[in-house]
């Protein structure tokens, strides 16, 4: 009878039984914090949009202080008699059919119309509503997320696009690093595209033999400091008006404003810790992975 002797497999009884990599106890909160969240997100979206709810993004900065430019408007229907003087609408016009208005009630008529005006703006809009003209009327104003929301089509196209492209490369660190970087570079895009953090707009001015006086408007997210060129100088906040008298013009008769953001020294540390990320995040995962090595 013939007999045969087991051998083993090259290299089997050299190297140790390799197991997948256990998920930490940190990790798998993490992981069911953010479900959970997500669930509730999600739970939350499909009851706005079952009770007949729409969202808007405020673009421009008629309402000031109360719906800055990049403010989410979440509105849920409202019946008009139900409204008064002082509370925010959205509405469209026949006159301007698929462009969004959020303004304040400052009169309703005896039929029932409702006479509306930005919170900024010197002038009562040229219509009159009805209910067929109101959208509806806030139940939240998130401040600086329509920004977020701007920002998706560009995010989501940049993160897809850095993926696909760093696929290419199978070390991990090199991968890694270079998405981390990707991302860091497409928001940086999407901020220079949109401009959320600075911006002033001027909304009147008048001039006369003195100068200029110009009424402005901060609509970006962080505070700014307005210098006009021979004239005052103006902390502003998001939505916030102010008015700068310049008396030195140039040869053309123009003025010059300068805007920089102004911030706290704590304001200052968040924004480097914030620029700080994706350099920390790259130098973390080479760290991870010469650990593991090791």
């Given at each position: 009878m013939s007999q045969t002797a087991a051998l083993p497999l090259s290299g089997t009884l050299d190297r140790p039984f390799l197991r997948g990599r256990q998920t930490?106890?940190?990790?798998?909160?993490?992981?069911?914090?953010?479900a959970v969240v997500a669930?509730?997100?999600?739970?939350?979206?499909?009851?706005?949009?079952?009770a007949g709810g729409r969202w808007f993004v405020v673009e421009t900065p008629s309402m000031g202080e109360a719906a800055p430019v990049g403010t989410l408007v979440l509105d849920l229907p409202v019946d008009v008699s139900t409204l008064h003087v002082g509370d925010v609408v959205s509405f469209e016009t026949a006159a301007n059919r698929?462009?969004?208005y959020t303004h304040r009630i400052i009169a309703i008529d005896a039929h029932g119309g409702l006479h509306t005006r930005g919170d900024i703006n010197g002038a009562t809009d040229p219509w009159t509503l009805g209910q067929a003209d109101v959208i509806g009327s806030p139940a939240l104003l998130v401040p600086h997320l329509g920004?977020?929301?701007?920002?998706?089509?560009?995010?989501?196209i940049g993160t897809l696009l850095v993926w696909t492209v760093t696929s290419v490369f199978t070390d991990r660190v090199t991968r890694s690093s270079l998405r981390i970087a990707g991302g860091a570079l497409t928001a940086s895009y999407a901020a220079f595209v949109l401009k959320p953090f600075v911006n002033v707009t001027t909304i009147t001015n008048t001039s006369s033999p003195a100068g200029v006086e110009a009424t402005i408007v901060s609509s970006g997210v962080f505070p700014v400091r307005?210098?006009?060129?021979?004239?005052?100088?103006l902390h502003?906040?998001?939505?916030?008006?102010?008015?700068?008298?310049?008396?030195?013009?140039?040869?053309?008769g123009h003025y010059q404003m300068a805007s920089n953001i102004d911030l706290d020294p704590v304001g200052w540390a968040?924004?480097?810790?914030?620029?700080?990320v994706p350099l920390v995040l790259c130098l973390a995962v080479g760290r991870v992975e010469t650990v593991r090595a090791s």
């Amino acid at each position: 009878m013939s007999q045969t002797a087991a051998l083993p497999l090259s290299g089997t009884l050299d190297r140790p039984f390799l197991r997948g990599r256990q998920t930490s106890r940190s990790e798998t909160v993490a992981a069911w914090t953010v479900a959970v969240v997500a669930a509730l997100l999600l739970g939350a979206a499909v009851l706005f949009l079952a009770a007949g709810g729409r969202w808007f993004v405020v673009e421009t900065p008629s309402m000031g202080e109360a719906a800055p430019v990049g403010t989410l408007v979440l509105d849920l229907p409202v019946d008009v008699s139900t409204l008064h003087v002082g509370d925010v609408v959205s509405f469209e016009t026949a006159a301007n059919r698929g462009v969004v208005y959020t303004h304040r009630i400052i009169a309703i008529d005896a039929h029932g119309g409702l006479h509306t005006r930005g919170d900024i703006n010197g002038a009562t809009d040229p219509w009159t509503l009805g209910q067929a003209d109101v959208i509806g009327s806030p139940a939240l104003l998130v401040p600086h997320l329509g920004w977020l929301f701007r920002a998706a089509p560009i995010l989501l196209i940049g993160t897809l696009l850095v993926w696909t492209v760093t696929s290419v490369f199978t070390d991990r660190v090199t991968r890694s690093s270079l998405r981390i970087a990707g991302g860091a570079l497409t928001a940086s895009y999407a901020a220079f595209v949109l401009k959320p953090f600075v911006n002033v707009t001027t909304i009147t001015n008048t001039s006369s033999p003195a100068g200029v006086e110009a009424t402005i408007v901060s609509s970006g997210v962080f505070p700014v400091r307005v210098e006009a060129h021979g004239g005052n100088t103006l902390h502003l906040v998001d939505g916030q008006v102010g008015r700068v008298v310049i008396h030195e013009l140039t040869e053309n008769g123009h003025y010059q404003m300068a805007s920089n953001i102004d911030l706290d020294p704590v304001g200052w540390a968040a924004l480097i810790a914030v620029c700080l990320v994706p350099l920390v995040l790259c130098l973390a995962v080479g760290r991870v992975e010469t650990v593991r090595a090791s």
